[in-house]
């Protein structure tokens, strides 16, 4: 059976400065991450144990495990590819990603208003967790998620397409307690290639929710 693997950076350690440090992002992927990877395949391992022994007093607690680690590892993997070190600006036509830019302004009015709604999601998360846009596919709009630790609070059958990690451990060693001022930065990282990308991948998958009997 398939089991999970970190995936590699699509970019050099300090390829986000001065947006994140090489540092952030080498503790990030390689501790952070991993540690997610190595979490979701024990708690695997360990339910595989529990049937085997018909241990069920042990599942709800493992079940957990797996929604917390597996969240984890899914939603990094999209962040690092969310990002690039030329990145930033706003989905355009002139770019081929102006039907994101259209499902932006159609699902917030504009764009200044997703990027008011997504930053202020993001930056008020209590404790730890993720600002997300996600594509939700019973009405094909675009939604903003505020994602507590890795899997609260989030809306069954979306599919994330841009996700800001506003754990501690994304920003505190180098902006310190002032994570507004990090999830402003990060929009100048934003890769819109890779977010339209997902968009069209999602939209191509709308019906397969609901399917007819």
């Given at each position: 059976m398939a089991l999970y693997s970190l995936p590699e950076l699509p970019y050099d350690y300090a390829s986000l400065e001065p947006v994140i440090s090489g540092e952030i992002i080498e503790l990030h992927h390689d501790k952070h991450h991993?540690?997610?990877?190595?979490?979701?395949?024990?708690?695997?391992?360990?339910l595989a144990e529990a049937r085997e022994k018909d241990q069920w007093a042990t599942v709800n607690g493992l079940e957990k495990n797996l929604a917390f680690h597996l969240s984890g590892h899914i939603l990094h993997s999209i962040y690092w590819q969310n990002m690039t070190g030329d990145g930033g600006g706003e989905p355009l036509e002139k770019d081929g990603t102006g039907e994101l830019a259209d499902a932006i302004a159609e699902s917030f009015g504009s764009f200044a208003r997703f990027k008011a709604h997504l930053s202020k999601a993001a930056a008020t998360t209590?404790?730890?967790?993720?600002?997300?846009?996600?594509?939700?596919?019973?009405?094909?709009?675009?939604?903003?998620?505020q994602v507590y630790d890795h899997?609260?609070?989030?809306?069954?059958?979306?599919?994330?397409?841009?996700?800001?990690?506003?754990?501690e451990h994304a920003f505190y060693l180098q902006y310190r307690n002032q994570k507004v001022d990090f999830v402003e930065a990060m929009w100048r990282v934003v890769n819109w290639q890779d977010v339209s990308r997902r968009y069209t991948a999602a939209k191509a998958r709308e019906n397969d929710l609901l399917l007819a009997p």
């Open positions: 991993a540690g997610y990877v190595k979490g979701a395949n024990d708690t695997l391992e360990q209590q404790g730890s967790g993720w600002g997300v846009l996600a594509y939700e596919p019973l009405t094909g709009r675009l939604i903003v998620e899997q609260g609070n989030v809306g069954q059958g979306s599919v994330p397409i841009l996700v800001f990690d506003a754990w």
